[in-house]
């Protein structure tokens, strides 16, 4: 039961296990979650990034005990890592719950494919975090794809978008 437990949290269930590119599932999970706290429930960015710490502390010895019962080091199908880290996409952007749907609409979405390229591509030693041990190397590196998105949402927030 244990095992089940665990495999099933860091999967997020069968979106993780059952379907296509599951990085991107779990990412469209935690971003559908994001939207859903910001826009319609009107939380602030920081409250949900502090909602999210824990979650993502958890994630370490989930994602280290979720390879050892997998028997594979940062399995695919562990998802968890997407998920969490999700809020903090956002982190240097001014307050997103004040903005209109459409507008809300484009910085999520342009947070999520910022996200997705960098958790993907692994650049700018992104790379190397994955090879920490365990469940760190696992949490770390898509953290740190998130807090890169961050940074260049936060710099494109600062310019006036005068097309949009």
Not at 9 to 16: M, N, W
Not at 48 to 68: D, S
Not at 91 to 105: G, I, Y
Request: proline fraction near 7%.
């Amino acid at each position: 039961m244990y095992k089940f437990l665990i495999v099933n949290v860091a999967t997020l269930g069968p979106i993780g296990k059952k379907l296509p590119a599951p990085g991107t599932m779990g990412s469209i999970v935690g971003i559908l979650l994001f939207a859903l706290l910001v826009g319609y429930f009107q939380f602030s960015v920081y409250w949900i990034i502090a909602g999210f710490i824990p979650l993502f502390l958890l994630g370490i010895p989930l994602c280290t005990q979720a390879e050892k019962i997998m028997k594979q080091s940062d399995p695919s199908a562990v998802i968890w890592d997407e998920f969490c880290v999700i809020p903090f996409i956002f982190l240097f952007m001014n307050e997103l719950s004040l903005l209109n749907p459409l507008h809300l609409v484009f910085w999520l979405s342009l947070g999520f494919i910022l996200f997705r390229f960098f958790d993907i591509t692994k650049p700018l030693g992104i790379s190397r975090l994955q090879n920490l041990p365990q469940g760190w190397g696992v949490m770390i590196d898509d953290l740190a794809a998130a807090i890169i998105s961050s940074l260049i949402l936060g710099l494109l927030q600062t310019f006036p978008l005068s097309f949009f």
